[in-house]
């Protein structure tokens, strides 16, 4: 009896031991790890029913941590969605010197790559925040769309878009937003396939407003002309 307890008594600091003890991690690094807790959150529930408890429970911090970094939930939110901003207009930065149609495909690929890769980043920067998403919030999301748009406008060689261009690129922007989060949600359709399809839709909506205005007539003629085998 006295040498199972011995024993006992011996094992018990060992298995205390052996409990995961909290990481010591660089400021940034726990930055990130509250932000991207904050984000797996922010993406499936509005950002009025995620608490700071609730962020650093799935974190693994506590709720004065998360305080001492953000200062708040609000700026935890801006934070996260800045940063999931960034790292997609990151991906977006195209090669230089391809055709255009390529050089589109090529950034749906990057683009996809980040949905697929950072889901609840991309699904909060597109679905989370109020209802009313004006202010600093509706900056970042604008921040990338007006990125993606540029650097649309860079691929097809358009210095200044007319109103029928402007509103046929911004028409297949939302597209593409739509497509990623239905693609999140379902994945039901290769990849492969619907960033083809994506490209095939970029075309059609030129061809439709092409009939309306010679600049993307002009355009459209262009992109055709240099893909003809």
Known sequence: MGSTSGAAKQDRPAAEGARPARRRLSVDRRREELMAAALELFST???????????????????????????GKQELYVAALKSAAAQLEARLRPPEGGRPLDDLAGGLTRYFDFVEEHAAGFAALLKGGPAN???????????????????????????????????????????VETAGLDWLEHRDIERPALERMLVDQMVALLGVAAAHDPQVEQLLEGLVREHAP
């Open 45 to 71: 529930r509005d950002a009025e029913d995620v608490s700071i408890d609730d962020v650093a429970s799935a974190a693994g911090a506590s709720r004065a941590l998360v305080y001492h970094y953000f200062g």
């Open 133 to 175: 998403r004006s202010g600093e919030i509706g900056e970042i999301v604008d921040s990338v769309r007006h990125r993606l748009f540029r650097l649309i406008m860079k691929q097809m060689r358009v210095d200044e878009p007319g109103p029928a261009l402007r509103i046929t690129l911004r028409s297949w922007i939302a597209s």
